[in-house]
Structures are given as structure tokens and as C-alpha cells.
């Protein structure tokens, strides 16, 4: 399958396009409802205020966090060496992410089941570091990535992994973290001010022009120092984009400024950063005369734009070494076999649709917006 | 080369995450079933008591379906963050039907559910009826590609080694997808979920007859459990048999195990009840046998063998030196160029490839498996033996405990009939106390089927050991640390709400007339 629509380097480009698809949707989707839940303690002064804005995502988180799972799945079917090595390679962080998903699900679940202040108040500080410390580690991770992970793999092609959690908190690593964190807060508050009365609304008005704010800052200086400071990582060797999935056949040279190469290859690609912050303005600007509706398109206008700007800047490096530069994992050398490529493709073509089409069914048997009077007959925990 | 601490760390740490999640998910998926029993007939009588009683037992579906979320996440991440190597020798097979259960079925249970419980006001009764049911086909769909992924560790057909990539590459997917062994497995243990399903109902609905509280809701809801029940109960044993006959023909080291057969014994073998395995000494003590009934269980005929340990260790010694070859060889084209191999190595790597995971084993005892002494290669052998006296208990009470269940569902479905469950309050306290019973089986289904395929992670192609990440055993110590405190406090926080809501009742929460 070196040829034909389906070459494997198409595949490989088709994948990696699916695997951005996957975040897009995990932004757009699970972004709301993190962005939510790290704001609910702000949102809601009252346990009746509270249950009102949990009640808006209440429904629908748990189908918007298979956008996250999905991901992390195809990562694994797709890209199972970039599974395999960032899982392995960010082992802390990734506990504490998972540590910070796993009080979602029981947060939601168990918080109302008992009418007890301070029990809810628990679970009301379980679901803010459920939803801010993943918003967080997301862009560490991102950021992480730019920097290059220290790796390699052994003569088994067992990926070693160096460093250890507080290597991870390089001060570029902490500004993309809180771009995502600023990101997915504006989300979450874009949609709560959509969907729930006052002065809920109001507040997440206030918060998400904070938030689209605290983004533009950081994007923008994220982005300097991208161009002006930071090593980035272009392939200098050979490499066949259909070879087989061993990512130790190529070189790779780290110059400064080397993300930005795809950037002056197509100048079109700019788009995507522009676009990002013009996204910020408009939330920010639509928040300011009421109009969440708007607002809410131009926060997911900044999650398109910001993960597709990380993607174009790291194109084709999946997960570059910053201690073994040539065995960075790229799109052309760790995906899976060109028939696995395939089968799955016609899999996510067939249900993907499917999936968007009942989404979209619910949220539109759930649609109105949540006031305080709302929740009053849903008391007694069901 | 090996850091054993890490390996029996990370073994320890999956074994508890998967057991622990295993505790909610089997619940979830016989919860859901019965759901829809209750509201189909809600939907069909307009009777208003089989709505409150789908409510009900949605409140303990859904404590139950948080705690499985929870800890389904876990199960995701491990297979990256402490079995990386595993990830990439065999993620272009065993991604797959991972990857195609979060598009198909997670993605499916995981968006109706919020509507059972919020759309009781915004959807038509008929609508309702369909979300509920979606649930219910998400969470048995699920468990169904999650047993072809496991089906595949058990029985890996369709695929092969590739010496470029290091890993093993997918062949056939129709072969993976259709896999007998998976058929088999995910029957087995969905029916195993209708059973646990079943059981809850029944057990806390006795509790309520015993109070005297919500008769009317509590003898329908025993009557559904009672009938769903025993048609799973049945399935469960019928179907587990299908399993035995199939991991006799696939996974003869399994069965062997599990007997105790420490010798090939000439067909048809006997059945042993009861013994003592004695693991040195490689006899069972005290045993009691049945006549012919392994040999047909295990072979379906009585002119065939079922091969005892020795024959299967010595056949494993075979094996590995049949995959030190294949070992050698791709070592050679390792070190060669990668797109011009030599013409008689590769072959020589191509005739003996399906036996690598053999050789692979020798990695536990030498860093060279190319340069294995004598003594190695016998050690390497014997290490294919699992646990026999685990394997044999764990069995035994599996097995007992389900022809329990088709007792107890037989008589409940009796007193069903006849309207007769308080005048038997016998009957109904031992239904209570059956209530832990479903998950002690279960459990012990999954340490005959995981724990009985060891050494291997996956069967004949990489041990376990090798599968582990190569993090540090510091880091497993504090995630396995974690791990278990975070779950303990979330298991008293789901016992408690299950107990208060159990408490409550129907009658407690506005759900009774």
C-alpha cells in the first residue's frame, strides 16, 4: 500500500488529522463542562445556584468525556507508540490526571444524593479539581511537547523514559498550561452564561472576559517565545513517509524557531493563531453586550484554532526527544500498520456521523436554559 | 535488563484496578437489562409502579454506573502509563477493538445516560423507553469489544510478528472480530452481569418483604429478577462450559491447571471434585474423581487426550528452542539493513517466528536468550505453569456458586409463579444473604481467565513481565499507594450511598403511591 487514495502516508496524514478531530471535539465538548465544573464555586454562591449550573452540564458531561477516552483509544490503535511512550514517559502526571477524572464521574454522581452542607461542598471542591487540574495538565502536556521529552527506546524498542514530574513544570510548559486552563475556563463560562439564569450568568459573563483576557496574554506570549526563544525540532534526514513504523531511521536537527517552519512554508496556516485570538476578542466582546449565544461560537472558534495552531507548529513530530532527537516519534514512523489505518478509518467513517447525530438529539431534548427554580423538583437525589 | 520489582508491582497494581472495576461493571451491565424489563412493561401496562420501580433501581444504577466510569478510566490509562511495552507490541491488534468500543458503545451508553435520568419529563414514554435501552445495548456492546480485546490475549489469531516495526501486526481482522474464544468469553460474562443484575434485585427486594416494606414493588421486582435470572443463570453455566471446551482446544496449560492434571492420562480423563494440589511434589492429595467427565467437558469425545502438565511443559520446551532461533535470526536482520535482509536469515526467522514469545521468556533468566543454557530453557518451561492451586480453588467455587444461582433463581422463580414469597421467609433471607455471592463469582472468573493465562500477557507471544513500562519501581510504589487509598475511600463512600439508598427505599424517596 504504497499508492492509490489509501497510501499508507495518506493514511498516516488521515490519522493524524482523526487524532486532532478527537481533541478539537474533547475541547469543544468535554471543554464546557470542566470549564464548568473548575467555575462552579464562583458561579454558585447558594447550593440551590450550584445545582443550578451543575444541572446544565449535568446530562451531558458523560458522553462529552468520551471525546477524551475515544481519543486516548484511537492514540492507542492509531499511534501506539506515542501511547505507549507518553503514558509511560509522563507516569506522575498522568496519575494526577486521572486521579483528577476519576472524582468527575462520583462527583456528579454522588453530590446531590445527600442533603448535607458540607458533603456538597465537598464534592463541589472535587469537581473544581476535576475540571481545572486536567484544563491544566492538558497544556503542560502540549507544552511539554514543543520542549521535547526525554526518551528513547532500547534494542527491544522499549521506550526509556527520564525526567520525572517537577521536569515537567519548565516555565514554558506552565504557560501553555495556563493557556489551556484559560481556554477551557472561557468555555465552560461561555456555555454556563448561554444556559443558565441570573445572576449565574452574570458571574460566568465576568469570568469568561477574565479567562478570554488571562488567554490572549498567554497565547500571545507563548507565541513570542516560540519564534524568538525556543529550540524547536525539524526532520534533516531521510524519511519515507509510507517506511515502516520505526522511528530510529531518520535524523532530526533542533534549531530555534523551528516550529514556526510550517508556518512560513504555507502562509495561509497563520490563519489558525489569528483566528485564536480574534476567537478571544469576540467572546470576550460578545460576553461584554450579552449575547452568550455568540459568545459560545467564538470560544469554540479559540479551541479549532489554538489546537490546530499546536498541530501545524508540530507537524509531523507527534512527541519529539530532547535527549535522543532522532528517535522523536513523527506521523511518518509510529503509527500503526497500513491495515489497521484502514479498518478503523472505515470504522470512525460509519459511527463518527452516527455519534454526532444523537449527540445532537440530546442536547436538543435538553435544550432551555437552568434557572434556580429548576432544581427544587429535582430534589430527593434522582 | 528486567526490573522484577516493577513487573510484580505493576501486576499487582492491574490486578486490584481490574478486580476493583470489575466490582461495578458486571452490575451495570445487568442493571441495565433489567431496566428495561421494568420499563417495557411500564410502557405496554401503563401501570405507574413499573415507572417508579425503573426510577428506584436507576438511583442504585447509577451510584453503581459512577463508580464504573471512575474506574474504566483507569483501565485506560494503565495500558499506557505501566504496560508500554505491551501498548506497542501489540497495540495495531489490541488498540483496535479498545478504539472501536469508545466510538461505538461507550460513546452510546455514555450519552443516553444522562437522559434516563433527566429526561423522565422532556421525552415521550416510548422515548423514555428508548433511551433506557440504548444504555443498556452501549454497556453490553462494550463488554463485547472488550472481550474480543481480551479474547485476543487469550487465543491471538490474526496476526503476526513484523521484525521492522518490533511488534505484532495485524493480518486478519475478520479473524480477531470472530474469534471463538472472544464469542465465548463475552457471552459468558455478559450473562455473568445479568446474573449479578438479578441477585441485587432479588436480595434487596427480599429485604424489603422481610420489613414488610413496599410489597407490591418488591415481589414485582423479585419476579423479574427472579425469571431474568434463571434464564441467565443458565446461560452463565452452559456458556462457561463453552469456554472450558474452547480453552481446552486453545489453552490446554489453562485446563490442565485448573484440573490439576499433572499427567497425561489416557482419555477419557476423569473429572477431579475435590483434592489438594501439592505444587513440589506435582500430585493431587485426597483427590476425588469423576470418571470421563473432564475428557468430555474439555474434548467433547472420549477418544481424545487431555494433556496433563508435564506433556504441555515439555511441549513448551520445544517451543522456546524452536523461538531461540527466531530469536537469533532477528537479531541478525536487526543488526543488517532494514530494507535488504539476508535471504536465508529471514527465512530462518519466518519458519520459527510464531515460537518468539517462547524464547522471550528466557529474558526472565538470561539477558541473551540466543545463548540459553540447558537449565535456562527448563526453567523457562516450567515458568509456562500458573498458579495450580489457585486455579484449581478459584474454579471450583466459580462453578459451585453458579449452580448455586440456578437453584436459588429456580425456587425464586417458583414462588414467583405461585405468589407465595412471604410465606417463606426462609427463602427470603437466604436471597439476602446471596447478595455478596454474585461478585465473589465473578471475581473469581476473572482470576481463572487472567491469572490462569500466566506467564503470558498475551498467550505464546509476550510474557508478562515483559509487557511492564520501564518506569520506576518508586513511581508504582506511590501510584499503586495511591491507588489504593483513593479507591478504599470511594468504596466507603458507594457502600454508603448504596446502603442509604437501600435504607431509604421507594417508600423513603417519594416513590411509593
Known sequence: MTDGPFAYATLRVIWWLILGVLLIG?????????????????????????????????????????????????????????????????????????????????????????????????????????????????????????????????????????????????????????????????????????????????????????????????FLAAGIWVYSALPGYQVSGPLDHSGPSDPMRKTVAIVTGAWLNNFHHRPVFWLAPILALLGAVGAHVFLHMREARAAFVASTLVQVATILTAGIALFPFLMPSSTYPNQSLTVWDSSSSAKTLLIMLAVVVIFLPIVLAYTAWVFSVLRGRINVEDVQEHEGGY | MIDFDVVTLSRLQFALTALYHFLFVPLTLGLSMILVIMESVYVMTGNEIWKRMTKFWGVLFGINFAMGVATGITMEFQFGTNWAYYAHYVGDIFGVPLAIEGLMAFFLEATFVGLFFFGWEKLSKVGHLIVTAMVALGSSLSALWILIANGWMQHPVGAHFDYHTMRMELISFKEVLFNPVAQAKFVHTVAAGYVMGSVFVLAISAWYLLRGRNIDFAKRSMAVAASFGLACSISVVVLGDESGYLAGEDQQMKVAAIEAEWHTAPPPASFTMFGFPDVAARVTHAAIRIPWLLGLIATRSIHEQVRGIDDLVAQARAQIVKGIDAYSALQVLRAGPPDSPDAATLQRFNANQADLGYALLLLRFTDDPSKATPGQIDDAAWSTVPNVPVLFWSFRLMVGLGLFFIALFATAFYLA?????????????????????????????????????????????????????????GNVWFSLAGFVIFYSALAVVDAYLLIRTVRRGPDGMGLSP
Open chain 1, 26 to 218: 474533547f475541547a469543544i465538548m468535554d471543554g464546557f463542562d470542566l470549564g464548568v465544573g473548575a467555575s462552579v464555586t464562583y458561579l454558585g454562591r447558594s447550593d440551590a445556584e450550584r445545582r443550578a449550573v451543575l444541572l446544565s452540564v449535568e446530562p451531558v458531561w458523560e458522553g462529552n468525556q468520551v471525546w477524551f477516552i475515544l481519543g486516548g483509544g484511537a492514540a492507542f490503535a492509531a499511534w501506539p507508540l506515542l501511547y505507549a511512550t507518553s503514558f509511560s514517559g509522563l507516569y506522575l502526571a498522568m496519575l494526577l490526571l486521572l486521579m483528577a477524572l476519576i472524582l468527575r464521574p462520583v462527583g456528579f454522581g454522588f453530590r446531590d444524593k445527600v442533603q448535607n452542607a458540607r458533603w456538597r461542598s465537598a464534592w463541589d471542591g472535587a469537581l473544581t479539581v476535576g475540571g481545572g487540574v486536567p484544563a491544566l495538565l492538558f497544556g503542560v502536556a502540549f507544552g511539554n511537547l514543543f520542549l521535547g521529552i526525554p526518551f528513547h527506546f532500547d534494542s527491544l524498542q522499549r521506550p526509556v523514559v527520564g525526567g520525572g514530574f517537577f521536569s515537567l513544570l519548565h516555565p514554558f510548559a506552565l504557560l501553555a498550561g495556563i493557556v489551556s486552563l484559560s481556554m477551557l475556563v472561557l468555555q465552560g463560562n461561555a456555555y454556563a452564561a448561554m444556559k443558565v439564569g441570573e445572576p449565574m450568568a452574570a458571574r460566568a459573563r465576568t469570568l469568561g472576559r477574565a479567562a478570554s483576557a488571562i488567554f490572549i496574554v498567554c
Open chain 2, 417 to 473: 409463579t405461585r405468589h407465595r414469597f412471604e410465606r417463606h421467609p426462609r427463602f427470603l433471607k437466604l436471597a439476602f444473604f446471596s447478595l455478596p455471592l454474585p461478585w465473589i463469582a465473578v471475581e473469581l472468573g476473572w482470576i481463572v481467565a487472567e491469572y490462569g493465562r500466566q506467564p503470558w500477557a498475551v498467550d505464546g507471544v509476550l510474557p508478562t513481565f515483559l509487557g511492564v513500562s520501564r518506569t520506576s519501581a
